[in-house]
């Protein structure tokens, strides 16, 4: 905070304005910008960590393995992913503090589920009652990342399954033919020329996940849509800045941060597709060869 | 209580019928189906009527970005851009802000007063945020579709004199309908699961007349139990999924009917996820 900044009510104009846009809790605001950007940079890896894992599981030809992959990629369809956010969260919750309880408090004779309540032994609750707030806000923010990161990694799952199932038969079956084991075809030759196939719904699905960070919010995180209602609401003269309601200076705000991700995303992705398609037998790497003179 | 009793007391309470209370304590199942799924006709009345009158704009909107005019096609390619490039949630909570800031008494228009209040109930505010939303996803893909409508389709219609309206109505139209129909299936069954997110976006239940999702969270937070109520949604929201899908195949059937039977496309559900 700046030093003019000390008795916010003789400031005016753009001096109460450079003020009011720096105020502790507006330094908060931009760091929960920060939560978001890093919400997406952990879940997106995670996401497709899961969602690869439970392509491998479907092709897997032993059965109760497929099955499970199956199900996995088929469980999100159907159903609004709103319920899942606010279903996984509440579920994962009782879930750990379930086990916990199991094992630290195994002589514990009341029933966990009390009629309405949940009650675990106070040893089980997790983080621990006497925790520091931060440690909260950390553990929500973790049950958010593996949230999104089931969900997406079932679209994942399904994108890259597409994927694997559209490498050219031919390329594998040369492959075998050259002696390659089933693990080194998956490895040298299915792996490295799925991704041109996923990319378009890759793509897709991390435009998708950029515009589900608002639902954070949704789980309690304080991210950028709480700190938007937060400081836009109407603030009466016993805060520092007073000012009307500015709540929709503050979502048009988002509006735009979410606007540009979106564009930027779009440039990036589409330079890696270009990347991507060069020397592959399809469409656009074949036009690709064309333009670069190659021959027809 | 017996459940018929039940049905009788809540199966209308998101429209304002029956019993004033929700339950307050004793939940039974039968209690959670009915009130949730008396929420649900929210849903399905948002959804239709988003899903009918967006119809239209996006097929409007597609011909203005097909269009040659830059006059045209900029507008409509920023509008298809905001409202599929930003999220549904925070679309929701702009257009309340805007909605509250309406003035009171309503709008003075040639000497008659234009009521505006109503904009800020869910019923009407936020059905007409899904009904622009709904539009420009729809129309991304009437887009894509009018873009690979065969050329020989069209040369054929200049060839028979066609211009204008009737080459619109009578070629152009239909095959972009049947071209794009197993994309626009999906948006409409994700329309309808989008439609749960109204009430957690600003707009606020009156009098506790809220959707499936708004009453399946009331349940959790009294029985601190997401066991039940969101299982109960996800059912109602797949049975929903499988009618639209029988309708739309059916659709799909009458728009390919010309075709031989091995080419005409499948319905095929694909994931999309949050808008």
């Not at chain 1, 540009?260 to 597709?273: A, D, F, N, Q, Y």
């Not at chain 2, 930003?86 to 040639?110: D, H, K, N, T, W």
């Not at chain 2, 029985?223 to 999924?241: E, H, K, Q, S």
């Amino acid at each position: 905070m700046l030093a003019s900044c000390a008795d916010p009510s003789v400031l005016e104009g753009l001096g109460w304005l450079l003020c009011y846009l720096t105020s502790g809790t507006h330094i908060a605001f931009y760091w929960s910008f920060v939560t978001v950007l890093v919400l997406l940079a952990v879940t997106a890896p995670v996401a497709l960590a899961f969602g690869f894992g439970g392509a491998v599981a479907a092709r897997s030809s032993i059965w109760p393995i497929s099955l499970l992959g199956r199900g996995y990629m088929a469980m999100v369809r159907g159903v609004p992913d709103i319920v899942f956010f606010l279903f996984f969260v509440i579920a994962l919750d009782q879930g750990i503090e379930w086990l916990t309880h199991q094992v630290r408090c195994p002589d514990w004779t009341d029933p966990v589920r009390q009629g309405l309540e949940f009650r675990v032994c106070p040893q089980a609750k997790v983080p621990p009652g006497n925790a520091p707030q931060v440690w909260h806000q950390i553990y929500g923010f973790g049950l958010a990342v593996i949230t999104f990161a089931l969900v997406f990694g079932a679209f994942a799952a399904n994108v890259l399954l597409g994927g694997m199932q559209a490498v050219p038969r031919a390329q594998l079956e040369t492959a075998e033919a050259y002696g390659m084991t089933q693990r080194q075809v998956f490895r040298r030759v299915l792996v490295p020329q799925m991704w041109i196939y996923a990319l378009p719904g890759l793509s897709n699905l991390w435009l998708i996940l950029i515009k589900a960070t608002p639902l954070l919010f949704l789980l309690g995180v304080r991210d950028i849509v709480y700190w938007a209602r937060e400081l836009g609401s109407t603030k009466t003269s016993v805060y520092a800045y007073p000012h009307p309601d500015w709540r929709l200076y503050y979502f048009l705000a988002l509006l735009v941060f979410y606007l540009c991700m979106t564009r930027v995303s779009e440039i990036l992705l589409g330079r890696l597709t270009r990347n991507l398609s060069r020397g592959q037998a399809t469409a656009a790497g074949e036009a690709q060869r064309k333009a670069a003179g190659g021959v027809a | 209580m017996s459940c018929w009793e039940t049905i009788g007391d809540y199966a209308f309470r998101s429209l304002g019928f029956g019993e004033r209370l929700l339950p307050r304590s004793g939940f039974t199942l039968c209690q959670q189906v009915t009130l949730i799924g008396s929420g649900m006709i929210w849903n399905v009345y948002f959804g239709i009527v988003a899903l009918v009158t967006g119809f239209f704009l996006a097929t409007g909107l597609a011909m203005a970005k097909a269009a040659r005019s830059r006059w045209l096609r900029k507008p409509a390619e920023w509008f298809i851009f905001i409202f599929r490039g930003s999220p549904l949630f925070i679309q929701f909570f702009i257009a309340y802000q805007i909605f509250v800031m309406l003035p009171r008494s309503g709008i003075e228009v040639f000497g008659m007063t234009v009521a505006t209040s109503w904009m800020t109930k869910a019923w009407a505010g936020a059905l007409f945020v899904l009904f622009l939303n709904t539009a420009a996803y729809s129309a991304e893909i009437f887009y894509g579709a009018l873009q690979s409508v065969p050329k020989g389709d069209t040369e054929a219609a200049d060839a028979y004199g066609m211009t204008g309206w009737v080459k619109f109505r009578k070629v152009l139209w239909p095959t972009m309908l049947r071209l794009a129909w197993p994309a626009y299936t999906n948006e409409a069954i994700f329309l309808f699961h989008a439609t749960t997110l109204v009430y957690f976006s600003g707009f606020p239940a009156f009098q506790q007349k809220g959707d499936a999702l708004y009453y399946a969270q009331y349940f959790v937070d009294k029985t601190f139990n997401p066991f039940i109520p969101y299982p109960i949604v996800a059912g109602y929201f797949i049975l929903l999924t499988l009618a639209l899908i029988l309708l739309f195949g059916a659709m799909n059937r009458r728009l390919n009917r010309h075709l031989a039977p091995n080419q005409r496309p499948k319905l095929k559900l694909r994931p999309q996820l949050v808008r």
